[in-house]
Protein backbone atom coordinates (compact mmCIF):
# COMPACT_ATOMS: atom_id res chain seq x y z
CA UNK A 1 0.00 0.00 0.00
CA UNK A 2 1.17 3.26 -0.99
CA UNK A 3 0.93 6.49 1.16
CA UNK A 4 -1.19 7.84 -1.61
CA UNK A 5 -4.05 4.54 -1.34
CA UNK A 6 -4.25 4.75 2.39
CA UNK A 7 -7.14 3.69 3.43
CA UNK A 8 -9.12 5.31 6.94
CA UNK A 9 -8.03 3.21 9.84
CA UNK A 10 -10.18 2.57 12.67
CA UNK A 11 -11.33 4.12 15.84
CA UNK A 12 -11.04 7.66 13.99
CA UNK A 13 -7.15 7.65 13.52
CA UNK A 14 -5.92 9.55 10.25
CA UNK A 15 -4.41 7.44 7.24
CA UNK A 16 -2.01 9.99 6.93
CA UNK A 17 -0.29 12.71 8.84
CA UNK A 18 2.42 14.89 8.38
CA UNK A 19 4.16 13.77 12.01
CA UNK A 20 3.32 10.95 14.11
CA UNK A 21 4.93 10.63 17.37
CA UNK A 22 4.95 7.00 18.91
CA UNK A 23 4.73 7.03 22.82
CA UNK A 24 2.16 8.94 24.51
CA UNK A 25 4.39 9.38 28.51
CA UNK A 26 5.87 12.48 29.14
CA UNK A 27 8.66 12.80 26.42
CA UNK A 28 5.98 11.86 23.64
CA UNK A 29 3.37 14.37 25.33
CA UNK A 30 6.11 17.22 25.74
CA UNK A 31 6.77 17.14 21.50
CA UNK A 32 2.79 17.06 21.06
CA UNK A 33 2.77 20.27 23.13
CA UNK A 34 5.65 22.32 20.98
CA UNK A 35 3.86 20.85 18.33
CA UNK A 36 0.41 22.62 19.39
CA UNK A 37 2.28 25.72 19.90
CA UNK A 38 3.39 25.81 15.98
CA UNK A 39 0.12 24.70 14.33
CA UNK A 40 1.84 21.35 13.10
CA UNK A 41 -0.66 18.61 12.56
CA UNK A 42 -0.36 15.09 14.35
CA UNK A 43 -1.11 11.85 16.19
CA UNK A 44 0.75 11.00 19.08
CA UNK A 45 0.07 7.12 19.56
CA UNK A 46 0.00 5.30 22.79
CA UNK A 47 -0.30 1.85 23.16
CA UNK A 48 -1.59 1.51 26.72
CA UNK A 49 -3.25 4.57 28.12
CA UNK A 50 -1.38 7.80 29.57
CA UNK A 51 1.12 7.68 32.23
CA UNK A 52 0.10 3.34 32.35
CA UNK A 53 4.40 3.12 33.40
CA UNK A 54 3.79 4.92 35.99
CA UNK A 55 0.54 3.94 37.43
CA UNK A 56 1.10 -0.39 36.27
CA UNK A 57 5.01 -0.30 36.44
CA UNK A 58 5.90 0.82 39.81
CA UNK A 59 5.71 -0.35 42.97
CA UNK A 60 3.23 0.93 45.69
CA UNK A 61 5.71 3.06 47.79
CA UNK A 62 7.21 4.16 44.37
CA UNK A 63 8.21 8.04 44.77
CA UNK A 64 10.58 10.71 42.72
CA UNK A 65 14.14 10.52 43.27
CA UNK A 66 14.49 14.28 42.09
CA UNK A 67 12.73 16.84 44.21
CA UNK A 68 9.56 18.12 42.79
CA UNK A 69 10.52 21.21 41.15
CA UNK A 70 12.48 19.58 39.03
CA UNK A 71 9.02 18.80 36.92
CA UNK A 72 9.29 20.85 34.37
CA UNK A 73 7.08 19.45 31.67
CA UNK A 74 6.91 22.12 28.81
CA UNK A 75 4.03 24.39 29.77
CA UNK A 76 3.69 22.25 32.86
CA UNK A 77 6.12 22.87 35.61
CA UNK A 78 5.61 22.08 39.31
CA UNK A 79 3.73 24.26 41.20
CA UNK A 80 2.58 22.02 44.43
CA UNK A 81 2.76 23.16 47.63
CA UNK A 82 5.73 20.85 48.65
CA UNK A 83 8.89 21.40 45.90
CA UNK A 84 11.00 20.30 47.86
CA UNK A 85 9.53 17.23 48.46
CA UNK A 86 9.04 13.40 46.05
CA UNK A 87 6.23 12.79 44.47
CA UNK A 88 4.92 9.89 45.19
CA UNK A 89 3.46 7.40 42.34
CA UNK A 90 -0.04 8.25 42.17
CA UNK A 91 1.25 12.04 42.14
CA UNK A 92 3.08 11.46 39.39
CA UNK A 93 0.32 9.79 37.45
CA UNK A 94 -1.93 12.63 38.59
CA UNK A 95 0.43 15.30 37.19
CA UNK A 96 1.26 13.83 34.14
CA UNK A 97 -2.76 12.98 33.23
CA UNK A 98 -3.34 16.65 33.94
CA UNK A 99 -0.56 17.26 31.64
CA UNK A 100 -2.14 16.10 29.10
CA UNK A 101 -5.58 17.71 30.10
CA UNK A 102 -4.18 20.85 30.10
CA UNK A 103 -3.71 21.08 26.37
CA UNK A 104 -5.92 17.84 25.09
CA UNK A 105 -3.26 16.32 22.82
CA UNK A 106 -4.07 14.37 19.85
CA UNK A 107 -3.56 11.56 21.80
CA UNK A 108 -5.00 8.19 20.38
CA UNK A 109 -4.62 5.37 23.19
CA UNK A 110 -4.89 1.78 22.69
CA UNK A 111 -2.99 1.84 19.27
CA UNK A 112 0.45 -0.49 19.34
CA UNK A 113 2.59 0.27 16.44
CA UNK A 114 4.13 -3.17 15.29
CA UNK A 115 6.21 -1.74 12.38
CA UNK A 116 7.81 1.05 11.40
CA UNK A 117 9.42 1.11 7.97
CA UNK A 118 10.37 3.45 5.08
CA UNK A 119 7.11 4.10 2.42
CA UNK A 120 8.09 3.47 -1.07
CA UNK A 121 6.92 6.83 -2.16
CA UNK A 122 8.95 8.91 0.64
CA UNK A 123 7.87 9.16 4.23
CA UNK A 124 7.22 6.40 6.61
CA UNK A 125 4.58 3.89 6.94
CA UNK A 126 3.50 2.54 10.56
CA UNK A 127 1.14 -0.91 11.34
CA UNK A 128 -0.66 -0.63 14.23
CA UNK A 129 -3.38 -2.12 16.01
CA UNK A 130 -5.76 0.26 14.33
CA UNK A 131 -4.55 -0.32 10.97
CA UNK A 132 -1.83 1.37 8.57
CA UNK A 133 -0.86 5.13 9.47
CA UNK A 134 1.14 6.82 7.12
CA UNK A 135 3.75 9.79 8.29
CA UNK A 136 6.25 12.21 6.32
CA UNK A 137 7.90 12.33 10.15
CA UNK A 138 8.07 10.08 12.99
CA UNK A 139 9.64 10.57 16.45
CA UNK A 140 9.99 7.68 18.44
CA UNK A 141 9.38 8.20 22.06
CA UNK A 142 8.98 5.03 23.47
CA UNK A 143 11.89 4.73 25.85
CA UNK A 144 14.95 2.52 25.87
CA UNK A 145 13.75 -0.22 28.93
CA UNK A 146 11.46 -2.09 27.03
CA UNK A 147 11.86 -6.13 27.73
CA UNK A 148 12.66 -7.00 31.36
CA UNK A 149 15.73 -8.91 31.86
CA UNK A 150 16.20 -12.36 33.36
CA UNK A 151 19.56 -14.58 33.45
CA UNK A 152 18.93 -17.03 31.21
CA UNK A 153 18.94 -20.06 34.38
CA UNK A 154 16.30 -18.19 35.88
CA UNK A 155 14.20 -21.19 35.01
CA UNK A 156 16.36 -23.74 36.80
CA UNK A 157 15.51 -22.74 40.51
CA UNK A 158 12.50 -24.71 42.34
CA UNK A 159 9.45 -23.79 41.38
CA UNK A 160 8.69 -23.43 44.57
CA UNK A 161 10.59 -19.91 44.54
CA UNK A 162 8.28 -16.78 43.71
CA UNK A 163 10.63 -15.00 41.16
CA UNK A 164 9.24 -11.05 40.16
CA UNK A 165 10.84 -8.99 38.02
CA UNK A 166 10.87 -5.64 39.54
CA UNK A 167 8.95 -4.36 37.07
CA UNK A 168 5.88 -6.50 38.37
CA UNK A 169 6.77 -5.97 41.88
CA UNK A 170 4.20 -4.17 44.04
CA UNK A 171 4.35 -4.68 47.65
CA UNK A 172 6.13 -7.00 50.55
CA UNK A 173 2.97 -8.79 50.66
CA UNK A 174 3.28 -9.95 47.18
CA UNK A 175 5.86 -12.17 48.50
CA UNK A 176 5.28 -15.01 50.65
CA UNK A 177 6.51 -15.58 53.86
CA UNK A 178 10.83 -16.68 54.21
CA UNK A 179 13.83 -15.14 52.93
CA UNK A 180 14.31 -13.24 49.63
CA UNK A 181 16.57 -12.29 47.11
CA UNK A 182 17.09 -9.03 45.74
CA UNK A 183 19.74 -9.05 42.30
CA UNK A 184 20.50 -6.17 41.82
CA UNK A 185 21.11 -2.36 43.07
CA UNK A 186 20.61 0.25 40.78
CA UNK A 187 17.71 2.78 41.86
CA UNK A 188 14.44 -0.17 41.85
CA UNK A 189 16.86 -3.25 43.70
CA UNK A 190 17.59 -0.37 46.36
CA UNK A 191 14.67 0.89 46.81
CA UNK A 192 12.69 -2.17 46.84
CA UNK A 193 15.37 -4.10 48.94
CA UNK A 194 14.66 -1.27 51.77
CA UNK A 195 10.69 -1.64 51.01
CA UNK A 196 11.02 -4.66 51.62
CA UNK A 197 13.21 -5.14 54.57
CA UNK A 198 11.32 -2.19 56.51
CA UNK A 199 8.33 -4.66 56.04
CA UNK A 200 10.36 -7.16 57.94
CA UNK A 201 11.50 -9.63 55.46
CA UNK A 202 15.06 -10.73 56.04
CA UNK A 203 16.68 -9.50 52.89
CA UNK A 204 19.55 -11.60 50.96
CA UNK A 205 20.93 -8.65 48.56
CA UNK A 206 23.01 -8.59 45.15
CA UNK A 207 25.25 -5.86 45.38
CA UNK A 208 26.11 -4.50 41.67
CA UNK A 209 28.16 -2.01 40.40
CA UNK A 210 25.59 1.17 40.89
CA UNK A 211 27.17 3.95 42.13
CA UNK A 212 25.68 6.18 45.39
CA UNK A 213 25.04 9.59 46.25
CA UNK A 214 23.90 11.14 49.43
CA UNK A 215 20.26 12.59 49.85
CA UNK A 216 21.57 16.08 51.29
CA UNK A 217 25.20 17.39 51.84
CA UNK A 218 25.66 20.73 53.54
CA UNK A 219 22.55 22.07 53.83
CA UNK A 220 20.75 21.66 50.70
CA UNK A 221 19.55 18.35 48.67
CA UNK A 222 22.20 17.13 46.38
CA UNK A 223 20.16 17.49 43.53
CA UNK A 224 20.19 21.44 43.98
CA UNK A 225 23.95 21.73 44.65
CA UNK A 226 24.07 19.32 41.35
CA UNK A 227 21.59 21.63 39.33
CA UNK A 228 23.32 24.30 40.42
CA UNK A 229 26.68 23.70 39.24
CA UNK A 230 24.61 22.99 36.03
CA UNK A 231 25.85 19.16 35.86
CA UNK A 232 22.32 18.37 34.41
CA UNK A 233 22.98 20.15 31.51
CA UNK A 234 26.17 18.81 30.62
CA UNK A 235 26.48 17.21 27.20
CA UNK A 236 27.00 13.83 26.99
CA UNK A 237 30.00 14.58 24.68
CA UNK A 238 31.53 15.98 27.71
CA UNK A 239 31.11 13.32 30.33
CA UNK A 240 33.96 11.61 31.00
CA UNK A 241 32.61 8.19 29.62
CA UNK A 242 31.37 10.19 26.40
CA UNK A 243 28.53 8.06 24.77
CA UNK A 244 29.60 5.16 26.90
CA UNK A 245 27.37 7.43 29.50
CA UNK A 246 24.27 6.24 28.10
CA UNK A 247 24.31 2.76 29.56
CA UNK A 248 25.31 3.57 33.43
CA UNK A 249 23.40 2.81 36.35
CA UNK A 250 21.51 5.56 38.00
CA UNK A 251 23.15 6.51 41.68
CA UNK A 252 21.00 4.98 44.17
CA UNK A 253 19.29 7.12 46.88
CA UNK A 254 15.68 7.89 47.94
CA UNK A 255 12.62 10.44 47.85
CA UNK A 256 11.02 8.07 50.20
CA UNK A 257 9.57 9.67 53.58
CA UNK A 258 11.01 13.32 52.52
CA UNK A 259 13.91 11.81 51.24
CA UNK A 260 17.39 10.14 52.58
CA UNK A 261 20.41 8.25 52.00
CA UNK A 262 20.06 4.97 50.84
CA UNK A 263 22.83 3.27 52.89
CA UNK A 264 23.71 -0.61 52.06
CA UNK A 265 25.85 -0.92 54.90
CA UNK A 266 23.86 0.34 57.62
CA UNK A 267 21.30 -2.40 55.93
CA UNK A 268 23.68 -4.84 56.68
CA UNK A 269 24.06 -4.18 60.29
CA UNK A 270 20.03 -4.32 60.78
CA UNK A 271 20.14 -7.78 59.39
CA UNK A 272 20.10 -7.59 55.81
CA UNK A 273 22.79 -10.31 54.29
CA UNK A 274 24.99 -8.70 51.17
CA UNK A 275 26.53 -10.60 48.74
CA UNK A 276 28.65 -9.08 45.85
CA UNK A 277 27.63 -10.09 41.84
CA UNK A 278 25.17 -12.89 41.26
CA UNK A 279 27.15 -15.40 39.30
CA UNK A 280 24.81 -18.47 38.09
CA UNK A 281 23.05 -21.82 39.72
CA UNK A 282 25.04 -24.56 40.25
CA UNK A 283 22.63 -27.27 42.04
CA UNK A 284 20.96 -25.93 44.80
CA UNK A 285 24.03 -23.28 45.50
CA UNK A 286 23.79 -19.66 44.20
CA UNK A 287 26.81 -18.10 43.52
CA UNK A 288 28.65 -15.09 44.13
CA UNK A 289 31.76 -12.63 42.79
CA UNK A 290 33.78 -12.26 45.58
CA UNK A 291 33.34 -8.49 44.81
CA UNK A 292 31.15 -7.08 47.69
CA UNK A 293 33.70 -5.45 49.23
CA UNK A 294 34.68 -3.71 45.64
CA UNK A 295 31.17 -2.34 44.90
CA UNK A 296 30.50 -1.07 48.53
CA UNK A 297 34.14 1.11 48.21
CA UNK A 298 33.51 1.88 44.88
CA UNK A 299 29.56 3.57 45.10
CA UNK A 300 31.37 5.32 48.63
CA UNK A 301 33.72 6.89 46.27
CA UNK A 302 31.57 7.85 43.62
CA UNK A 303 29.63 10.31 46.52
CA UNK A 304 32.76 11.38 47.88
CA UNK A 305 34.06 12.97 44.54
CA UNK A 306 30.33 14.02 44.45
CA UNK A 307 30.75 15.92 47.38
CA UNK A 308 34.40 17.26 46.11
CA UNK A 309 32.57 18.56 43.78
CA UNK A 310 30.09 20.69 46.16
CA UNK A 311 32.74 21.84 48.29
CA UNK A 312 34.56 23.19 44.98
CA UNK A 313 31.73 24.53 44.26
CA UNK A 314 30.98 26.53 47.36
CA UNK A 315 34.68 27.78 48.21
CA UNK A 316 34.80 28.83 44.69
CA UNK A 317 31.64 30.79 44.44
CA UNK A 318 31.85 31.89 47.65
CA UNK A 319 28.91 30.87 49.23
CA UNK A 320 28.12 30.55 52.94
CA UNK A 321 27.14 26.99 53.79
CA UNK A 322 27.72 24.87 57.09
CA UNK A 323 30.34 22.77 57.09
CA UNK A 324 29.41 18.53 57.44
CA UNK A 325 31.84 15.86 58.10
CA UNK A 326 32.27 13.12 55.25
CA UNK A 327 30.62 9.56 55.66
CA UNK A 328 31.97 7.20 58.04
CA UNK A 329 31.20 3.19 57.03
CA UNK A 330 29.42 2.12 59.68
CA UNK A 331 29.96 -1.74 58.39
CA UNK A 332 32.52 -3.71 56.37
CA UNK A 333 31.94 -7.40 55.16
CA UNK A 334 35.07 -9.70 56.94
CA UNK A 335 35.06 -11.91 53.70
CA UNK A 336 32.98 -11.82 50.49
CA UNK A 337 30.25 -14.68 50.94
CA UNK A 338 30.32 -16.09 47.47
CA UNK A 339 27.38 -19.21 48.30
CA UNK A 340 23.84 -19.02 49.20
CA UNK A 341 21.73 -21.96 49.21
CA UNK A 342 18.68 -21.53 47.58
CA UNK A 343 16.84 -23.57 50.38
CA UNK A 344 17.71 -20.48 52.60
CA UNK A 345 15.42 -17.93 50.54
CA UNK A 346 11.45 -18.42 49.26
CA UNK A 347 12.03 -15.88 46.79
CA UNK A 348 13.59 -13.89 44.08
CA UNK A 349 13.31 -10.32 43.08
CA UNK A 350 15.30 -9.61 39.86
CA UNK A 351 16.09 -5.90 39.32
CA UNK A 352 18.90 -6.18 36.69
CA UNK A 353 17.12 -3.90 34.02
CA UNK A 354 15.32 -4.05 30.77
CA UNK A 355 16.91 -4.53 27.52
CA UNK A 356 15.82 -2.72 24.47
CA UNK A 357 13.79 -3.92 21.81
CA UNK A 358 13.56 -2.04 18.53
CA UNK A 359 13.13 -4.98 16.16
CA UNK A 360 9.65 -3.19 14.91
CA UNK A 361 11.99 0.08 13.71
CA UNK A 362 12.91 -1.46 10.20
CA UNK A 363 15.18 1.86 8.94
CA UNK A 364 19.00 1.09 9.61
CA UNK A 365 19.88 3.63 11.84
CA UNK A 366 21.09 1.74 14.83
CA UNK A 367 24.58 0.45 15.34
CA UNK A 368 26.14 -2.55 16.05
CA UNK A 369 24.52 -3.09 19.66
CA UNK A 370 20.91 -2.22 18.50
CA UNK A 371 21.31 1.13 20.05
CA UNK A 372 19.64 4.06 17.60
CA UNK A 373 22.24 6.51 16.51
CA UNK A 374 21.19 10.02 16.41
CA UNK A 375 23.22 13.86 17.23
CA UNK A 376 20.58 14.89 19.66
CA UNK A 377 17.83 12.74 18.99
CA UNK A 378 18.14 13.62 15.09
CA UNK A 379 18.53 10.00 13.24
CA UNK A 380 20.95 9.79 9.77
CA UNK A 381 16.56 9.27 8.48
CA UNK A 382 15.41 12.29 7.17
CA UNK A 383 12.26 13.17 9.47
CA UNK A 384 13.27 9.85 12.14
CA UNK A 385 13.65 11.16 15.61
CA UNK A 386 14.06 9.92 18.89
CA UNK A 387 12.89 11.31 22.28
CA UNK A 388 13.15 10.76 25.65
CA UNK A 389 15.98 8.30 26.13
CA UNK A 390 18.81 8.35 29.10
CA UNK A 391 21.50 11.09 27.83
CA UNK A 392 20.13 11.91 24.76
CA UNK A 393 21.40 15.07 24.58
CA UNK A 394 22.38 15.58 28.72
CA UNK A 395 22.08 14.04 31.49
CA UNK A 396 18.67 15.94 31.97
CA UNK A 397 16.93 14.12 29.29
CA UNK A 398 15.78 11.04 30.61
CA UNK A 399 14.21 12.89 33.70
CA UNK A 400 11.41 15.38 34.03
CA UNK A 401 14.00 18.22 34.41
CA UNK A 402 15.54 18.13 30.38
CA UNK A 403 12.33 16.80 28.59
CA UNK A 404 11.50 19.84 27.80
CA UNK A 405 14.48 21.33 26.41
CA UNK A 406 14.90 18.06 23.93
CA UNK A 407 11.18 18.38 22.85
CA UNK A 408 11.34 21.93 21.66
CA UNK A 409 14.78 21.06 19.60
CA UNK A 410 12.94 18.50 18.21
CA UNK A 411 9.94 20.23 17.35
CA UNK A 412 12.50 23.23 15.91
CA UNK A 413 13.98 20.21 13.57
CA UNK A 414 10.58 18.91 12.69
CA UNK A 415 9.48 22.65 11.82
CA UNK A 416 12.05 23.19 9.34
CA UNK A 417 11.44 20.00 7.23
CA UNK A 418 7.56 20.72 7.91
CA UNK A 419 7.99 24.29 6.18
CA UNK A 420 9.74 22.80 2.92
CA UNK A 421 7.53 20.10 1.96
CA UNK A 422 9.34 19.67 -1.56
CA UNK A 423 13.00 19.17 -0.01
CA UNK A 424 11.40 17.09 2.39
CA UNK A 425 9.28 14.48 0.09
CA UNK A 426 12.56 14.51 -1.98
CA UNK A 427 14.43 13.08 0.99
CA UNK A 428 12.21 10.56 2.45
CA UNK A 429 12.27 9.48 -1.06
CA UNK A 430 16.07 8.80 -1.50
CA UNK A 431 16.10 7.35 2.21
CA UNK A 432 13.36 5.15 1.31
CA UNK A 433 15.38 4.18 -1.66
CA UNK A 434 18.67 3.37 -0.02
CA UNK A 435 16.77 1.60 2.69
CA UNK A 436 15.00 -0.50 0.60
CA UNK A 437 18.61 -1.34 -1.01
CA UNK A 438 20.18 -2.08 2.12
CA UNK A 439 17.73 -4.55 3.10
CA UNK A 440 17.31 -6.21 0.21
Known amino acids: MTLAQAAPTRTGLPARVPVAVVGGGQAGLSLSWHLVQRGIEHVVLERDTIAHEWADARWDSFCLVTPNWQCQLPGWPYTGEDPDGFMVRDEIVEYVRSYAASFDPPVHEGVAVTKLAPAPDGGYLLTTSAGDVAADQVVLAVGGYHLPVLPPWAGQLPERVTQLHSQAYRNPGQLPAGDV ?62 EAARMGTNHYVTGRDGGRDIDLRRFATEGMQLYGTLT ?28 NLVDAHIERSGIDAPTEPRYTPVWAPDADPTSLDVDAISSVVWAIGFRADWSWVRVPVFDGAGYPTHVRGVTSAPGLYVLGLPWLHTWGSGRFAGIARDAEFLADRITDLTGTPTGLTRSLAVAAASSAARMA
Open 280 to 307: GLDGGVLSFAPNLTRHLDAADRVDDNAK
Open 181 to 242: LVVGTGQSGAQIAEDLHLAGHRVHLAVGSAPRIARRYRGRDMVEWLHDMSHYDMPVEQHRDG
